[in-house]
């Protein structure tokens, strides 16, 4: 008995680990959707691309470098005290913000609805429409999923792994910090 209960959960563990392996840039969309839904940053990150990644440490190294720079000079509470807030994060932790926690502000920005142009997705991502088309590059390691809405995501097969990719320089909304600064002096 034990025996067959062992060998049912481990079938039900490989089961699980087999439908989140992204075999189809379908199930990378399933995957990074559910993900953004539920807000969970974490499983959002599992589910972009290298560079997509790379992109994001982009993005907020000059966040930790402006912060390093006015908490030098005394000024750090002021100038970051609005965006910790709408990061919900401590103003410390700006110093040594993570990838994690930039996407879970973009998350909860985007689905509050508090007014920034950053876009992790087009509008409309969270309806439940699934792809009108998927057309693959002539490599077939990449593919755009097309929506009803006019919307298109690109996937990217990596490691044997479809994984989302974003162009977070045409969607994010990077401030720039040497104004604050210039205006804090």
């Known amino acids: 008995m034990k025996r067959l209960f062992l060998f049912l959960l481990i079938t039900v563990l490989a089961g699980a680990c087999a439908k989140n392996a992204n075999k189809t840039p379908e199930e990378a969309y399933q995957s990074v959707r559910n993900a953004y839904v539920t807000k969970n940053a974490k499983a959002f990150l599992e589910n972009l691309t290298e560079n997509s990644r790379e992109e994001i440490t982009g993005i907020i190294e000059p966040i930790r470098e402006a912060y390093a720079a006015m908490e030098e000079s005394g000024n750090a509470e002021r100038a970051f005290a609005e965006l910790a807030k709408r990061m919900g994060v401590p103003i410390k932790k700006l110093g040594s913000l993570t990838e994690e926690q930039y996407i879970s502000y973009q998350m909860k920005d985007e689905q509050g609805g508090h007014g920034t142009n950053a876009r992790l997705f087009p509008n409309n991502f969270l309806s439940d429409q699934a792809p009108t088309s998927v057309s693959f590059n002539e490599d077939k390691d990449k593919a755009t999923l097309a929506f009803a809405n006019g919307a298109a995501l690109v996937f990217r097969n990596e490691n044997k792994k479809w994984l989302l990719e974003i162009n977070f320089s045409s969607v ?11 205006s804090l002096q």
């Open 172 to 182: 994010a909304d990077v401030q720039d910090f040497s104004e604050t600064e210039k």
